[in-house]
């Protein structure tokens, strides 16, 4: 959602699908650089804003763009209504700004389309058990979409507009080569997803995955096909890498000559669960004397607090922090069944120079933290490298 | 509700009147040129914008309010918790963009301002029997206080902080020599409201008379009494004219040479009713050969669809529209006692050379419609010439 002339744009957009005999429900997000105007606002006022009051605060962005888009439907012939998070009953834990979706009703949004009149959902918002304003976290419109169409039932397929062409074998802005994936299964592109592609909420994959939700990833402006998320087993062929991703949003912090005990260990993650901070990669680097150095990642946001909720619990170590690293990952179903993956990757990295300061795998993923000062060098070393530029012999046959 | 620094000394008064040992809930509005800005989006992108779709859009400039100043106050120490229409149950009919106020839930509120954490509710909007968002109309806010001051018993008062000190005896950019009222009659309060002085919404004047609840209309900026709008037998002496007020925003239709027959005239009443065009003044003017010439006013955003309106039923008439004129009105418990008041005011006028165009009369006041160009001159001089003036002698000696 940009300005009104992208509203207009939206609302033919809609109009020429429902032309074509579709039936459509309609899942908006705030205007462009509107959730961030209203986070300032609250920042201004506070430097640890209440949750719950940042959630009815930038609610209110999607709560435009659905009146908006309304209106220009209605303008243009088409019948419209918007519709609400408490109007649809979309409820949500009460974990607000990152909310999960527990249910929607989509009676009144089935009789509405029945009638003619297109639905117009806020996306991002829920509501909690006490009817208290929600939000599902960036990108929560997505989720909103994804969770109306599996409520829709088996099969109803999930258009996500956005800015880009579709997901991509690499950011094609640090990668020129980058290629437009058309199929890939649900696994992977949750991978891609966790690892800071930010095509698409994680939250909306996973939701698409458990329902299978056939979802369509393409650009607003362009009628081009965009990227079809799809099941594993009609992603037809999987190669063994099938993107490369990064991820400038997280911090490494490091806590050496820890007591090598797992309660000592445990103690710390829990401090951090319980301060709501998500760890994400971890690494322990055993030394000797049975002491070990600690480093994991948290998101930069939460730097601060995941520095202060770990002194408090070790007054006397030295803790240290790091901002100017990088996350540089593939992923690929096909790792499965492939070895000698990961030792490629290294040697991709070591032939350029470029030091790995931790390593995390799962399945089908393998996440390098990097100084980020080599970030365009390593994504493109490693896009090439494994041979998914458009032309390169590892192209898939989609 | 201006800027975030009004929101803070917003905060800051709250927690001055909670420290003083009252329980308070308080109601807010949308920052100083929200509503606007908003409406300005809907009408950009329709002439005629659904008007559900806009109470939908300019809710939300009460839900940003109260999200802010509910942090604002917690960032004071003071806790605090918002509340929108939805999660009060303040009920509406569906009349959108003016709805009335049906009933409110205080439960919650209650309970949060007994817990020590204050209320925030949104002002100016309400939900419908369906859930939809409604509005209240312009001053909605003053509405939304009141009704919940009703609600939550006898003699429980609300204060309407507002950018004047209080009601005036005229508008103190016309009049320099208009005087703060210090106690006024709901009657008195009533008929200013509805003759334009934009003091208080005429909602919020007539919920306050039929529960009794006693309004404190003061300054946000100052810590000065303003003026108390009680019932007749509290406001201790009657004086003939409590106050002048006029009204731009009329404006005028005439149709000429109507059969005179009532039956004519329903009709014409009947079918502005039904496109929900209300009408203010009419005076009818009686000519030979069973003819007559029919004068009202309008509001003048609905005098383009009033003459629409007659256009379509009454096809072979003479339809003359003016907008340049102005209603200037005195008020007064005390005309109910005395005659003679609406004769010296004709006179006043006349001394002046001011041609009158309508009149309209009450129980308590009267009202003329006056060519614009007038505006200033017959306030000054029917407010001098009833000597409301500060150190005449028909001050009130409240």
């Given at each position: 959602m940009g300005s009104l002339e992208r509203i207009r744009a939206v609302a033919q957009r809609i109009a020429r699908?429902?032309?074509?005999?579709?039936?459509?429900?309609?899942?908006?997000?705030?205007?462009a650089g509107e959730t961030n105007r209203l986070l300032a606002l609250g920042h201004a006022l506070s430097s640890r804003p209440d949750p719950r009051e940042l959630d009815a605060l930038v609610a209110t962005g999607e709560q435009v763009s659905v009146a908006?888009?309304?209106?220009?439907?209605?303008e243009i012939g088409v019948p419209a209504r918007s519709f609400l998070a408490h109007q649809v009953r979309l409820r949500t834990d009460s974990n607000f700004t990152k909310a999960r979706i527990l249910g929607v009703d989509t009676e009144r949004l089935i009789e509405s389309a029945r009638n003619g009149v297109v639905p117009v959902v806020a996306g991002f918002q829920g509501i909690d058990e006490e009817g208290n304003t929600t939000t599902l976290g960036r990108g929560g419109s997505d989720t909103t979409a994804v969770a109306i169409a599996a409520a829709l039932g088996q099969g109803v397929p999930c258009e996500i507009y956005t800015d880009v062409e579709g997901v991509f074998t690499?950011?094609?802005?640090?990668?020129?080569?980058?290629r437009?994936?058309?199929?890939?299964?649900?696994?992977?592109?949750?991978?891609?997803?966790?690892?800071?592609a930010k095509?698409?909420?994680?939250?909306?994959?996973?939701?698409?995955?458990?329902?299978?939700?056939?979802?369509?990833?393409?650009?607003?402006?362009?009628?081009?096909?965009?990227?079809?998320?799809?099941?594993?087993e009609e992603a037809l062929e999987s190669v063994v890498v099938?993107?490369?991703?990064?991820?400038t949003n997280e911090a490494k912090l490091t806590i050496r000559q820890l007591e090598n005990r797992p309660s000592r260990i445990a103690e710390i993650f829990e401090a951090l669960a319980e301060a709501k901070i998500s760890v994400d990669m971890i690494v322990?680097?055993?030394?000797?004397?049975?002491?070990?150095?600690?480093?994991f990642t948290v998101s930069k946001?939460?730097?601060?607090?995941?520095?202060e909720v770990c002194e408090r619990l070790l007054p006397h170590y030295e803790i240290s922090v790091r901002e100017d690293v990088v996350k540089v990952s593939i992923v690929g179903l096909g790792m499965r069944s492939h070895s000698g993956v990961a030792a490629k990757l290294f040697r991709i990295l070591a032939d350029e120079g470029i030091p790995i300061e931790a390593i995390t795998t799962s399945e089908i993923k393998v996440s390098c933290l990097l100084p980020a000062k080599y970030h365009e060098l390593a994504v493109r070393s490693i896009h090439d490298g494994f041979g998914l530029g458009r032309g390169q012999t590892g192209e898939r046959n989609f």
């Open positions: 699908t429902r032309s074509q005999g579709h039936e459509v429900i309609v899942v908006v997000s705030a205007m908006l888009v309304a209106i220009a439907l209605q690499a950011d094609p802005n640090l990668c020129p080569t980058a437009k994936i058309s199929r890939i299964s649900y696994e992977e592109m949750l991978e891609l997803a966790s690892l800071g095509v698409l909420q994680i939250r909306s994959v996973e939701i698409a995955m458990k329902y299978s939700v056939p979802v369509h990833v393409r650009s607003s402006f362009s009628e081009n096909e965009g990227t079809w998320v799809v099941r594993e099938a993107g490369v991703t990064s991820d322990q680097n055993p030394s000797v004397d049975g002491r070990t150095d600690l480093t946001v939460d730097l601060h607090k995941a520095k």
